[in-house]
């Protein structure tokens, strides 16, 4: 099971939507969404989720962005009663931040028995998993390490993140190409259910974009032995802000004329080399959400294979 962890950014959204409406992600795929503020692309997601029966965790208690705080807001109160409506569907479990404890409404564990997640990435929060959660989560999204799976050995989820992430983007031309991961190979036999990751965005968090001076697309695909490396196509022209579109077309020509890439057909990398072709440059955030995209089919026909 790959249980992505993915910010409630609106391109983030989209790719999860988009991949379920077009029928790209299998039941080997739950979602794990911190959502960052109320709005109609969280509601619609999660809807579709809800109309595939395909399972997806939301975090109640986010750590980043202002959802608990504009949640009580009067002008919200449409959102939330769909919000409630979703969350006492199968579908969509409760992911339970253990590491922002103090934000959560403990009535939420009592509430909802049957679908929780917990998700404890700091070894100071075992004790709380121990006392309000112990063998009620379905899943355990927790780090890989003894501190936690001492205390914590019920239905595991090895959650890391994979994404050797820069400073700037044009620091990714010296490594055009690295290992990302493992995991999808070995984590049954360390004892886990499943595993997780911030997919290629990375667990850093950053409010709010800004212009780079180089554009870096970032790919995943499988080496010969199964492992997931990572390709960063990198613009040339890095000196400025100038030209973002002719950055795009730099990095995304590395791409198109990428052998390792060639025989891979994913509906999100079909779709950046349609911008290749038509020389069209979609923005930022619609390169991460097809790079999202792409990322999540691969894991999931991965999976299903893997079970034949």
Do not use: W
Request: glycine residues 4%.
């Amino acid at each position: 099971m790959y249980f992505p962890y993915l910010r409630g950014k609106q391109f983030e959204l989209l790719a999860l939507k988009e991949l379920v409406v077009s029928n790209k992600l299998s039941n080997k795929v739950i979602p794990v969404i911190e959502p960052l503020k109320p709005s109609s692309t969280l509601i619609n997601t999660l809807k579709a989720f809800d109309n595939e029966e395909l399972q997806v965790a939301v975090i109640p208690n986010p750590s980043v962005g202002s959802f608990q705080l504009e949640y009580q807001k009067d002008d919200k109160e449409g959102f939330r009663e769909q919000y409630e409506v979703l969350l006492n569907q199968p579908s969509v479990l409760l992911a339970i931040n253990l590491d922002n404890f103090d934000n959560l409404n403990i009535e939420l564990v009592e509430d909802y028995p049957n679908k929780l997640v917990s998700v404890c990435l700091n070894a100071d929060s075992i004790p709380l998993h121990v006392k309000f959660i112990g063998e009620k989560a379905k899943f355990n999204l927790i780090k890989d390490g003894k501190e936690f799976s001492r205390e914590i050995s019920h239905n595991k989820v090895m959650l890391e993140d994979k994404f050797n992430s820069q400073k700037r983007n044009a620091d990714y031309c010296r490594i055009p190409d690295e290992l990302f991961s493992s995991d999808h190979i070995f984590y049954k036999t360390e004892g886990y259910l499943g595993f997780s990751d911030y997919s290629v965005v990375g667990s850093d968090y950053t409010e709010g974009g800004f212009a780079p001076y180089a554009i870096a697309i970032h790919i995943v695909y499988f080496d010969e032995n199964k492992k997931l490396r990572i390709k960063h196509f990198t613009s040339d022209s890095n000196d400025d802000y100038d030209d973002p579109a002719g950055k795009f077309q730099e990095a995304i020509s590395k791409l198109a004329n990428c052998s390792e890439l060639e025989k891979v057909q994913t509906d999100g990398l079909n779709e950046l080399r349609e911008c290749y072709q038509s020389k069209r440059y979609p923005g930022l955030g619609s390169v991460k959400k097809m790079a999202i995209k792409h990322h999540l089919e691969l894991m999931s026909t991965f999976l299903i294979e893997e079970d034949h």
